[in-house]
């Protein structure tokens, strides 16, 4: 027999396995002679009591076996498929286009201008040990896009954009958790998502799919409202490649994509978008705070059964969202510039979140009225603006990859820090007043926020933490604009803008299922 339970019960019953089949038995009255096995449906933490509560939901299968989750995806052949579908980046977007095509017979040919997930490493390694960019091979650029070696979370927003389910389960039949399926909060962590990713190009190759590494779109030939052919640069030659439908899915930090479409007169429009910096704690701060403790010895206490807290905190400032973004417990900061002379950050965490900080985006929602100054580029307002502020963290943080920095409540209180603390970004840091890398309007948004943000988490604001300049890709600056239903450019109909380059997603799964979307349009016009 299968039951399906509702609890909420104390977290350290939740997270451990023999309290929890000891609370189900009570809870169903279970006789000792009955042999029953659980399985979490949905789980999530609750910390706004003194004894910290979860919701989980399960299913208890009473003296009967537990079945498996009938998640079926059937790839098709494709190698000599009638339609082929032409896609430009291998970042989530990319890859579940690709996907996509298997599933309904189509071939997709994926063109990427970084390299393999492997052989990426030594790119990332040179950017945090020797502040060398390499501009087509980095933490924004390679295979599984900026996706691969991100945080990982897949919580998203956007549950109207398509099927996170979809989603999640082809995480999973890739190699992922399945515990990914149950968390409120599921999160994969960036040991893991490599593997995954290359099984993901494992499943497009299997079934006759093409994927081709170190080959940059630099060029499009069209006629009127059609793309012919693009041109692929790879190993620094040109190869013209005909096309029917492409699907752009190059992601927020392919300037060089906008600039090509801009030349080209191929519309595209300047977009509202995000800048502020990256705040770091000691995540036992940040636990104590969220987790109600009065001492550090109960955080511990606590953090037995508990995972690593994390926070999501927004406030308006004169007229501005100042909010925090991309929040990584136990992780680390990342250096994502995609260039040399360029200072971006980013976070990532382990799949155990078992790094001793707790590291946010805390950025300020800029609005096109804020681009004004930069009004002579057009639709690159917002781009000048992003480039500008990023090119200024690497002139102040020391011409390197050094980052800006400062001490939070200096930061808050206008003061140089005489002495940064210790933090996770690989390739250092160098006191700043990090105001004269943010311009002042940002700057004082945040530092008005810093303190709104102390009013909710007392204690946030402190010398503890350090802020780092800058966090400049949190969403694009420009979008390519297409039609709401075909998804089709508004100018060139056979190009499909896609996903978060495009400015239609954020993150992992929104980007993915608009990869998946893309695809379906082009199919029911085949
Ligand atoms: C450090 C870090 C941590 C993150 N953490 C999270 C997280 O926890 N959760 C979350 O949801 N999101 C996270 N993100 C954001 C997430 O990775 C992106 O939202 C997502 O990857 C966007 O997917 P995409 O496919 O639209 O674009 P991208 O992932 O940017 O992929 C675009 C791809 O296109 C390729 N490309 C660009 N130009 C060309 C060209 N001219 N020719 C050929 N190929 C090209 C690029 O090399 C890249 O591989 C994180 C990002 C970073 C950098």
Redesign the pocket.
């Known amino acids: 027999m299968k039951k399906e339970l509702q609890l909420f019960i104390p977290a350290y019953i939740a997270f451990n396995e023999s309290l929890l089949k000891e609370e189900v038995a009570s809870e169903l009255s279970l006789k000792p002679s009955d042999s029953f096995s659980i399985k979490l449906l949905r789980r999530s933490i609750d910390a706004r009591s003194k004894i910290i509560k979860a919701n989980v939901k399960l299913a208890v299968y009473i003296n009967e076996p537990v079945l498996p989750d009938n998640f079926e995806i059937n790839y098709k052949e494709v190698a000599d498929a009638k339609h082929v579908i032409t896609i430009?980046?291998?970042?989530?977007?990319?890859?579940?286009a690709a996907l996509r095509c298997l599933e309904l017979g189509i071939k997709p040919i994926v063109?990427?201008?970084?390299k393999n997930v492997q052989e990426r490493r030594r790119d990332l390694a040179a950017i945090n040990k020797e502040h060398v960019v390499n501009p087509?091979?980095n933490?924004?650029?390679?295979?599984?896009?900026?996706?691969?070696?991100?945080?990982?979370?897949?919580?998203?927003r956007s549950n109207k954009r398509g099927d996170i389910d979809y989603i999640l389960k082809t995480f999973v039949y890739h190699g992922a958790d399945e515990m990914i399926l149950v968390d409120a909060h599921p999160?994969?962590g960036?040991n893991k998502l490599p593997h995954i990713i290359a099984n993901m190009r494992q499943s497009i190759l299997k079934y006759g799919g093409e994927i081709h590494f170190n080959?940059?779109?630099?060029d499009i030939n069209y006629k009127e409202d059609k793309i012919s052919s693009v041109i692929?640069?790879r190993n620094q030659s040109r190869v013209e490649h005909l096309c029917s439908h492409v699907v752009l899915?190059?992601?927020?930090?392919?300037r060089?994509?906008y600039e090509?479409l801009n030349n080209n007169q191929i519309a595209i429009e300047a977009k509202p978008f995000a800048l502020g910096v990256r705040v770091e704690h000691p995540q036992a701060y940040i636990d104590k705070i969220q987790y109600s403790c009065h001492t550090f010895d109960e955080v511990i206490e606590k953090r037995t059964y508990l995972p690593a807290s994390s926070y999501n905190l927004v406030n308006q400032v004169n007229n501005h969202g100042v909010y925090s973004f991309?929040m990584?417990p136990g992780g680390i900061i990342?250096p994502?510039a995609t260039s040399q002379k360029e200072v971006v950050t980013?976070?990532?965490?382990p799949s155990k979140r078992n790094n001793p900080y707790a590291n946010s985006g805390i950025v300020v929602g800029l609005e096109l009225k804020d681009f004004e100054p930069y009004k002579k580029f057009g639709a690159l307002a917002g781009l000048q603006l992003q480039k500008e502020i990023e090119h200024k963290a690497w002139l102040l943080g020391g011409k390197t990859q050094t980052a800006p920095a400062q001490n939070l409540q200096d930061f808050v209180n206008n003061k140089l820090s005489t002495q940064l603390i210790e933090c996770s970004y690989q390739p250092g840091t160098h006191s700043v007043q990090l105001k004269e890398v943010l311009g002042n309007m940002i700057g004082s948004a945040l530092q008005q926020g810093f303190k709104l943000f102390n009013q909710k988490m007392k204690g946030y604001v402190s010398n503890e933490a350090i802020i780092l300049g800058v966090e400049s890709?949190t969403?694009t600056p420009v979008r390519i604009p297409r039609d709401k239903e075909t998804l089709q450019h508004v100018q060139i109909k056979n190009l499909y803008p896609?996903?978060?380059?495009?400015g239609y997603?954020?993150?992992?799964?929104?980007?993915?299922m608009?990869?998946v979307n893309c695809i379906n349009a082009i199919f029911k016009m085949l």
């Not at 997603?505 to 993915?512: E, F, L």
């Open positions: 430009i980046g291998a970042g989530p977007a990319g890859l579940y063109f990427e201008r970084g087509e091979s933490y924004c650029f390679g295979e599984g896009g900026a996706g691969t070696y991100s945080d990982g979370k897949l919580y998203t999160h994969i960036t080959s940059k779109l630099v692929i640069e899915a190059t992601g927020h930090s392919a060089d994509i090509l991309c990584c990342a994502c980013n976070g990532w965490s890709r969403s896609c996903a978060e380059g495009a997603a954020g993150g992992i799964v929104s980007a993915a608009d990869g």
